[in-house]
Every structure is written in C-alpha cells, then in structure tokens.
C-alpha cells in the first residue's frame, strides 16, 4: 500500500509541486481532519456508522448478529483469526470517525472486513445447524412452491371477483330493464 500511494504521491509532487504539497496535502488532508474552517463535510463523530449500515445493505440486519458472535468469541478472536478484519474494521471506522470531515464512501476500505467477519459467522452457524446445501436448495424450492400457490390463489380469486361483479353489473342491468318496462 505504502509502495503504491507513495509512488502515486512522488508522482504527484513532481508534477505538481508546491501548489499540489498545500492543496492535497496540508489542505485537503491535514486541516481536513482537524476541522479547519471550509471543508465542505463536517458531520457529527458518529456519522459514518447508519452510512455504513445503509451501504452494507442487503447484509445490515446480520450486524447485530455479527456483534452478538464476536461478543461470546472475544476470548479467541485470535486463535480463530477474527482478530485481523475486526481490527480492520475497528480502526477504519475510528479514524473516520474521529475525522471532523466525514463522507459514506470513507468507509469503503471498512467493507471487506465485515464481508469477512460475516461470512466466518454464517460458517461457524451452518456448521453448528449442518444445513447441507441440497437442504437449502430443497428449503429454497419449497419457498418458492409456497409463494407460486399463493400467487395463483390470488389470482383465482381476483378472477371469481372479477366474474362475480360483472354477474351483479348484468342483474343490475336487467333489474333497471325491468323498471323501465313497467
């Protein structure tokens, strides 16, 4: 990483020189973060957390799920090697959030870590429930069996509705003939 954005930052220094060392650096960077007066992004410290949960989407509602599991495995986070992207996650999270500048896509470098400590979780579940992938695959089907009924249950009745309503329009009609004839 260091290779990279050093190069990228030697690069630009030398193209850019003074002007690019106070604009993007001591500008942009430094006062940015302290909260120098005109940046264009101050929010409050815990800002970057519903921006993370919203972008996390579909996958938010297992977050707490996810805090509960690292909870009770807080004694061997390490030995299972959840310690690494928690820290990630953790430390991405903290400096954006002390930042007195903030913005949602900040948080992006923070997005693999949960992927990661998520997807720990749903092994260490599927392993405890042994749901096999052909009983997820058979439970999925029964879902979509069930919602297919359904759908054609709707729809029957919405026909019979629909025919019962015009037998009541033509009773209706032949009612009014028949007061008009008399």
Not at 29 to 54: A, E, I, S
Request: proline fraction near 5%; charge should be positive; charged fraction near 15%.
């Amino acid at each position: 990483v260091l290779l990279v954005a050093g190069t990228w930052y030697a690069l630009a220094i030398w193209i850019g020189g003074d002007a690019f060392i106070r604009k993007q650096i001591l500008w942009e960077n430094v006062t940015g973060f302290v909260g120098k007066d005109g940046h264009g992004h101050p929010h409050p410290f815990y800002y970057q957390v519903p921006g993370f949960v919203v972008g996390f989407l579909p996958w938010s509602p297992f977050l707490v799920p996810l805090a509960v599991f690292l909870y009770r495995q807080r004694g061997q986070l390490d030995a299972r090697g959840y310690l690494y992207p928690l820290v990630w996650f953790a430390g991405v999270l903290l400096f954006f959030s002390v930042s007195s500048q903030k913005r949602t896509v900040y948080m992006l470098p923070a997005y693999p870590a949960a992927a990661l400590l998520l997807g720990w979780v749903v092994r260490a579940v599927n392993r405890r429930l042994r749901i096999t992938a052909t009983e997820l695959k058979q439970g999925s089907e029964q879902v979509v069996s069930a919602a297919s009924q359904v759908s054609t249950s709707s729809q029957s009745l919405s026909q019979g509705a629909t025919e019962q309503a015009a037998s009541l329009e033509e009773t209706s009609a032949s009612m009014e003939e028949m007061a008009s004839m008399t």
